[in-house]
């Protein structure tokens, strides 16, 4: 019988092929420190970022629901003064939800009348912006 060194050695080392090697043994599942530190910095550095937006989108939804509600004020006005007629024709101002109003009536000859309504408000802390609307009452 032939006897292999090769084959003798294996079994005297206790190397099994089937066996893991030893860096696969060591090896093991997951992540390492490094790693983890990195995806917590990028993950919040991303949350910063939503975070800086969603400021922008709140300070122009504001600033557009005060446009808004100083053109609705001014359109009440003027609907209020066109199912009035000529009869109430006076120049004049008055505050509506804390938006001071300007009422302006021109003469444009004798059978209408110019209005101009400008509403003021403030989108925000140190700046001013106005709504003006613009109609001709008829004067029958």
Known sequence: ?????????AELRGVNPSAPALSER????GFTMPELLIAIIIICVGLLALASGSVGVL?????????AVAAIVAQQRMEN???????STTD??????????????????GKAKAVTESVTYKPRAGQTRYVEMRSVIPCV
């Open 26 to 29: 060591r090896r093991r599942d």
């Open 1 to 9: 019988m032939r006897y292999s060194s090769r084959s003798r050695l």
């Open 92 to 109: 004049g101002s008055a505050t509506t939800s804390g938006m001071p109003e300007k009422l302006v009536f021109t003469a444009m000859n």
């Open 59 to 67: 300070r122009q939804m504001r600033m557009g629901n005060s446009a």
């Open 81 to 87: 003064i066109r199912s009035q007629g000529c009869n």
